[in-house]
């Protein structure tokens, strides 16, 4: 495929807001997660939480969208100078020509679980400040988005779980390619919610303590929050410091919430990513694994791995700083690949002390220093939906 430079990107998670946050405590090993402290989850559990989200409401024209999802993509929106690579792809391309394309699992749920607690008692009836088209409604946070920049080209929604925001990446390529758009604004946004905190806890997925992806007594899951954007173009000379070279997508649909044990669907997704990318497995240096800390998904992850790189590609999972921030787990462990190979560094799988002898793939525990020109991102969501994300250096 033709590869697409990143031009610009832009995180806000539970380790601050704007790309250097994130770099900074990957860099440190300094994670975000924290005992649960949400409104309403009474949980013994660690979370990703953003700081300021209750006191940063969407200003002016936009305050329709206020809600808690809309508010953590505004951060992210604004941050990183973001909004200005956006203005110049305006100047570029003209508005017509740039297409939206976010991910999201749950998108503004918090305001309809509010709506439901102050319905009136006799009839049933929601409040009218509920706004479902704004806020819970999934294509609010690409509306949003399009709205703030005064983009006006084609515009989607992804949600498929887990990897939401990781096949964003394919479907904006798959709209440049075909000629619809010049450039994309691709990302994901997922916030804390009572239906998610809950409803992991009641599948017995959520952990007591810190996750810790690849250990031999990993017991689940911890969950975040989080928005990151990049804005995607036809690479074009500039020697960008990275591009998207290829991705791979697969539904494997062995089971509602479980992957297939052998990893079947997983490594379908990796093996088609090369191939879009022109790769070898030798040629990537370093797998950021999906990684959720989860017996079933460790194990069944690890499987596709070695059956496609065998036991020496070095690779890490990040969820041990940020929770895994599901419909926005695939932009921002994607982001982080992205800063792994401008930074020439892997993150160590943080709070991993034992890695279990099942599990064969060459996990790193500690930060390396490492020249990487090629990296392979994984998002394995509910019901099989798969994907997998190829980032290098240009040649």
Known sequence: MSPLQVTAYTLVNALGTGVQASLRALQDRLGGLRPCDFDGAQLDTWIGRVEGMEQTPIPGQLAEF??????????????????????????????NRIGVFIGTSTSGIQETERAYCQRDPETGTLPESYRYRYTHNLFSVAAFTRRLFGILGPAQSVSTACSSSAKVFASAHRHITAGLCDAAVVGGVDSLCLTTLCGFNSLELVSSRPCRPWDARRDGISIGEAAGFALLERANGDSPAVALLGYGESVDAFHMSSPHPEGLGAKLSIERALRSAGLCPEDIDYINLHGTATPTNDSSEDRAVVSVFGKKTPCSATKGWTGHCLGAAGIVEALFTCLAIEHGFIPGTLNTEAPDPALSAAIALGNRVSAIKRALSNSFGFGGNNCSLVFGRLD
């Open 66 to 95: 206020d809600c808690r999802n809309n508010r953590l993509a505004y951060m992210g929106l604004i941050q990183d100078g973001f909004s200005q690579r956006i203005a110049e792809a305006h100047t570029r391309y003209g508005a």
